[in-house]
């Protein structure tokens, strides 16, 4: 339902982006959180089911993020990796 909502109710259409709820206009940290939370409900995290769910067109389907900090997970694991060799002085 959050997907539905989010992308029925708080896309822009014509200018693109998210907004808090309709009629406000769209901003950056609407959008941010906005598309954070439908990758989130798509893919389920954290000891939900497995598998993905998608509202309307399979090309709805959003990249999954690492909840924690909204960033792609792939990438999250390459900062792991890239600062893991590092040593902190």
């Given at each position: 339902?959050?997907?539905e909502?989010?992308?029925?109710?708080?896309q822009?259409?014509?200018?693109g982006g998210?907004?808090?709820?309709?009629?406000?206009?769209?901003d950056?940290?609407?959008t941010?959180?906005?598309l954070?939370?439908?990758?989130?409900?798509?893919?389920?995290?954290?000891?939900f089911?497995p598998?993905?769910?998608?509202?309307?067109?399979p090309?709805?389907?959003?990249?999954?993020?690492?909840?924690?900090?909204?960033?792609?997970?792939?990438r999250?694991?390459?900062?792991?990796?890239?600062f893991?060799?590092?040593?902190?002085?």
């Open positions: 339902r959050l997907q909502y989010l992308i029925v109710c708080c822009q259409g014509t200018s998210i907004c808090d709820k309709p009629p406000k206009h769209p950056f940290y609407h941010c959180y906005g954070a939370g439908i990758s989130i409900a798509q893919h389920n995290p954290e000891g089911s598998s993905t769910s998608v509202w309307g067109d090309s709805n389907l959003l990249a999954q993020l690492d909840p924690r900090v909204g960033v792609e997970i792939s999250v694991l390459a900062m792991r990796d890239y893991g060799k590092r040593s902190i002085s």
